[in-house]
């Protein structure tokens, strides 16, 4: 009987001293938390790629409620439905915002471009690229590890073991930029998805001159300068010896793919051209890809 | 016998042209000169294209003072200014000179007579040297005059010469001690001028007992120099092991250096050419290039001209033997391979060794064992198999405070590893990167 | 030039070490013991060390193929050969055969190759598989045949092993110390005991030849061995008819082989010189006080997992003497 007492007492002071403790402690070390941080994080998509540029959903969560406007702040994930009930939450006006999607900009494929030397040393982009230009002429173009492939998060890119160049599935990707942070050579750009899905871009990132890019590869970009006399609304510029379309400018007249005399640029998603007109090989294996 | 004290593997040797006297290689037809041959800013050019040089002609200055004047190394015309494919495979600019006949600066000595005697002041020594563009020519191309000059706060005591060697196949600073002894010597005296020392020591591994007999000898005739025989060990031509072999000091971590423990250390290819520069006004545009390999036919030492493309050395080497499999500037544990043969010979082209494709490939990875091999192996004292899994992981910051910018790159680790893990490939970038992280947080200060 | 230039970083070289040098170096290692047990135990070793050795390779196979499912098998690195042998030596040589099929099953499936196998395991594989069956057939696990019955294996005479002797002085029997072997029969092995671990003399020889290999550093087996002589030599001077004398200690069970082939196994032993040392006498300390304090008469098994245990935090914490770092302290 004394013995049972004893036992039902001391764990009893036990208790009632560790309660009083964790009571002292939740007040005096209580940090207050805008309830809507929480909330806003949980309508996220919680993969914490950082596509926004904050470290992970949470971060992002913090930073929507702190600025008190959504300028200029986009979950590439969850894109434009994701920002509507986070605006919601917040009161606020949700910014519409394009989708966007990466682009791989290297057309190298090893039938474009001959393979020179072997590499036999790690499996990374990164490290390839520390180590010398590459297996090819070209020290610009994709050098066809893998290491954007293993940093996206949604499984939007894979290796064509035939080409050797990482093709981006365009309904997966959302364009978090992962890949292209992960790219040490900076080929894969984010552009803005286009009408109908409907892109032309530059394929590729080499600055030689276009006599070296010629002999290293068969679809680079040799600065001629051709498509920028041709574009009718200005949207091309060439800095050294390499074409750039703006896709803020470029109307999707395809002027520019049909003028170039390397193949190098390319327009995805168009239905065939009339049949006199040539038909690019890259257009319709590229439309093949992405669907 | 002295070696330094942590780590350290046995490499086999493989020194097939020591036996091989130093032959004068023919003119290239044409010479190729990139405008980064150091490390530092690239120099810049002052000739243009058509312009008419001779052997010794100023073709371009120096970018910095971390930097290094270019030398035409032939007569000729100037064809163009345009880009080469580097070592790494990268393009970078370079002067082109097709070459015409063989005329020299008139200001150059090209008698072999020995000059003993320098009335120069040591800042007038430095200046010639930097004038003439002699970097280290052991490899790593460091403009010799700026290790001249001591930063303030830090007092040289000594001089230490590397005749080590420890890179095997090579034999280019054996061959230049056994043939260019006293010219050695007189270049070490320079040096400890320039310096304000008193004392060299001469460290020589003693699988070359020729040149340390030889140098020890003619070495009694110069007060201050002594030649210290050392035990055969890689990577014992490192500076910093090498101060740890002769003099039992040991250099703290990054950012620390040489200077900091009192040591100015120098290659027996730079002392030659602070020889020939001081003394017979003679800027660095050649320099000997050991040309080796087990299949090569005739595996020998070269007095090249810099700009003659690699092609050439192989060729008068025996030519480039049909399963080559691998082509590397330099010896086979620091070297470079090369991505083409006409890569031209540079201030730091110490060797060209060849390898045949089984040779050349890496065996398959296997899982590490955790047998703290590369532990023993490392001479820095550091864990490679740690650093390689960090690295790999991307974990910076633990990369960063495991010591990655004191790591020598000597290849040790990789050497002994019994999966054959690639650990250097990922430590390389571990410490490019943490360098990166560093040099961006010391800007914000 | 017919080929493609190979272009990798350096080192372009390699001095042809591998992991299966190094394994078949320790099997090498492991013949004089093996030797040793045949002559002793006969017929009963063979079955038990051939047992042990063919089920631990055909589980990693197994494993490896069918729940893994990785492409390329390792079973022909030696590492588990390896295993298995270190497990039918840390076995009585009348073992039946379903029981040491079951400690294979626990050495493999569960030391090795649920942590992901080769170099992954922070356990010695042999010693899981051990102590498992230690704690589950205990009867069969500490009945030691005598040796010199040849041709029996199963149905042989068991006897009190020097071990069991040592444990009963501890608990008070005075007599019990008098009846050990000499320490000259401990050394070569004429004693009863597990099958692999009773002469002395046959491990040394192993040891010797790894390290004249290279294949292991000195500082693990002699930290361990001195630290037990050093420590049972203490007990014994404060009370010889209680404690067994030092010589005894080293002679006898499971120290030599624990000592010499399984606290260096590579995987699961720290990566200095200074934390084998560490780890070393901390296993030498920790097999004494089981000995003479423990439960159990053998205390190596588990003073060499216990240790393992801590050999992360011990790599953690002794980190190799940076080059330079000397001249700042």
């Known amino acids: 009987m004394n013995l049972i007492l004893v036992a039902v007492l001391s764990l009893g002071a036990i208790g009632l001293i560790s309660a009083v403790v964790l009571f002292v402690a939740s007040k005096k070390f209580a940090v207050y938390e805008d309830p809507r941080i929480g909330r806003v994080a949980e309508v996220l998509p919680q993969a914490n790629c950082g596509g926004c540029g904050y470290p992970g959903c949470s971060g992002f969560a913090e930073a929507c409620v702190k600025a008190g406007s959504l300028d200029g702040k986009l979950c590439p994930v969850g894109g434009q439905a994701v920002m509507t009930r986070v605006a919601a939450i917040l009161g606020l006006e949700a910014v519409a915002t394009e989708p966007k999607v990466a682009v791989v900009r290297c057309n190298g494929s090893c039938e474009h471009r001959p393979r020179m030397t072997r590499y036999d040393g790690v499996p990374s982009c990164a490290i390839a690229h520390a180590t010398y230009g590459g297996e090819t002429g070209c020290t610009f173009g994709c050098l066809g590890c893998g290491d954007c492939v293993s940093a996206c998060q949604f499984g939007a890119i894979r290796m064509n073991p035939e080409t050797g160049l990482p093709e981006v599935d365009a309904n997966a990707c959302t364009a978090c930029g992962a890949c292209v942070k992960a790219c040490p050579r900076h080929i894969i750009e984010i552009r803005p998805k286009g009408k109908n899905e409907r892109r032309v871009y530059v394929s590729c990132v080499n600055k030689d001159k276009g006599a070296v890019t010629r002999k290293a590869c068969e679809v680079g970009c040799i600065g001629c300068g051709k498509c920028v006399k041709v574009c009718p609304f200005e949207a091309i510029t060439l800095t050294d010896n390499l074409a750039y379309i703006d896709p803020a400018k470029c109307k999707l007249c395809r002027k520019c793919e049909q003028e170039c005399p390397q193949g190098a640029i390319i327009a995805v998603n168009f239905p065939p051209r009339k049949p006199k007109a040539e038909v690019p090989v890259e257009e319709t294996k590229m439309e093949v890809e992405s669907k | ?445 | 030039m017919a080929n493609k230039l190979i272009v990798s970083l350096s080192p372009h070289v390699h001095n042809n070490d591998s992991v299966q040098r190094n394994m078949y170096g320790v099997l090498i290692a492991l013949i004089p013991a093996l030797l040793v047990s045949l002559i002793y135990f006969g017929v009963g070793a063979a079955i038990v060390t051939l047992t042990s050795v063919v089920a631990c390779v055909f589980f990693e196979w197994a494993i490896t193929k069918f729940i893994l499912k990785r492409e390329k098998n390792t079973i022909l690195d030696g590492s588990a050969i390896i295993t298995g042998v270190l497990l039918a030596f840390n076995v009585p040589s009348n073992l039946p055969v379903w029981i040491i099929i079951i400690g294979a099953l626990v050495a493999i499936g569960i030391g090795k190759m649920t942590f992901g196998g080769l170099g992954c395991n922070p356990f010695n594989p042999a010693l899981v598989g051990r102590v498992f069956l230690l704690i589950s057939f205990p009867v069969q696990m500490t009945s030691w045949p005598k040796i010199g019955q040849l041709t029996s294996y199963i149905d042989a005479e068991t006897a009190a092993t020097p071990l069991s002797l040592m444990k009963q002085a501890v608990h008070g029997d005075t007599s019990a110390l008098e009846q050990l072997p000499s320490a000259f029969e401990l050394f070569i092995g004429a004693n009863g005991g597990s099958l692999g671990e009773v002469s002395a003399l046959a491990l040394l020889i192993g040891l010797v030849y790894m390290l004249w290999r290279r294949i292991i550093t000195w500082h693990i087996p002699v930290s361990i061995l001195a630290t037990v002589f050093i420590f049972a030599g203490l007990m014994h001077l404060a009370d010889p008819v209680m404690y067994a004398s030092p010589v005894v200690h080293l002679f006898t069970g499971g120290l030599m082989l624990g000592a010499i082939f399984m606290a260096t196994d590579y995987v699961t032993s720290p990566m200095t010189h200074k934390g084998m040392i560490i780890y070393g006498v901390c296993i030498g300390f920790l097999t004494v006080v089981i000995r003479n304090f423990g439960a159990y008469p053998e205390g190596m098994s588990f003073a060499i997992l216990i240790m393992n245990a801590f050999t992360p935090l011990i790599n953690n914490y002794c980190k190799p003497k940076r080059f330079g770092e000397g001249k700042k302290k």
């Open chain 2, 1 to 445: 016998m002295k070696t330094f004290r942590i780590g350290g593997v046995h490499p086999a040797e493989n020194k097939l042209s020591a036996g091989k006297a130093i032959q004068t290689l023919g003119l290239p037809k044409q010479a190729v000169f990139p405008l980064s041959q150091h490390i530092g800013a690239p120099a810049i050019a002052v000739v243009k294209r058509g312009d008419m040089v001779k052997v010794g002609t100023k073709i371009a200055e120096a970018g910095g003072f971390v930097s290094a004047p270019i030398y035409s190394s032939v007569s000729g015309k100037v064809s163009k200014i345009d880009t080469v494919v580097d070592a790494s495979g990268y393009r970078k600019p370079a002067i082109y000179i097709d070459v015409e006949g063989d005329e020299w600066e008139d200001s150059i000595d090209r008698t072999t007579d020995l000059v003993r005697e320098c009335s120069l002041s040591p800042e007038e020594i430095v200046a010639k040297i930097k004038e003439a563009g002699v970097v280290g020519m052991g490899g790593a191309c460091f403009p010799t005059h700026v290790k001249l000059c001591p930063p303030p706060g830090a007092k040289a005591e000594c001089v230490i010469i590397n005749g080590v060697e420890c890179e095997p196949y090579l034999t280019a600073d054996h061959r230049l001690m056994l043939e260019k002894t006293e010219e050695i010597l007189v270049g070490v005296t320079l040096l400890m001028k320039a310096v304000k020392v008193t004392k060299a020591y001469i460290g020589i591994e003693s699988n070359k007992p020729d040149a340390i007999k030889c140098m020890t000898e003619k070495a009694q005739a110069y007060p201050g120099i002594e030649v210290v025989p050392l035990k055969v060990k890689y990577p014992q031509g490192g500076e910093k092991q090498l101060i740890d072999a002769v003099i039992r000091r040991q250099v703290p971590a990054p950012p620390a250096i040489p200077i900091n423990v009192g040591a100015v250390v120098q290659n027996v290819g730079t002392a030659f050419a602070v020889y020939e520069a001081v003394m017979k006004n003679k800027p660095l545009f050649e320099r000997i290039v050991t040309v080796t390999g087990k299949s090569l036919k005739n595996p020998s030492n070269f007095l090249t001209r810099m700009g003659t493309p690699m092609s050439q050395l192989i060729e008068a080497a025996g030519g480039m033997p049909e399963d080559t499999g691998k082509l590397i500037g330099g010896g086979p544990m620091m070297g470079k391979a090369l991505v083409s043969a006409e890569v031209p010979i540079c201030k730091g082209s110490s060797g060209v060794l060849l390898m045949n494709d089984k040779e050349a490939s890496r065996a398959e990875v296997q899982p590490c064992i955790r047998c703290a091999k590369c532990v023993s192996a490392c001479p820095m004292g550091l864990e490679p198999f740690l650093l390689a899994t960090l690295s790999a992981h991307r974990e910076w910051e633990r990369v960063e405070k495991e010591d990655v910018m004191s790591c020598i790159e000597c290849g040790s680790c990789q050497f002994t590893c019994p999966s054959h893990r690639p650990m250097l490939d990922y430590i390389r970038q571990g410490k490019g990167t943490v360098g990166g992280i560093i040099r961006a947080r010391n800007a914000k200060k």
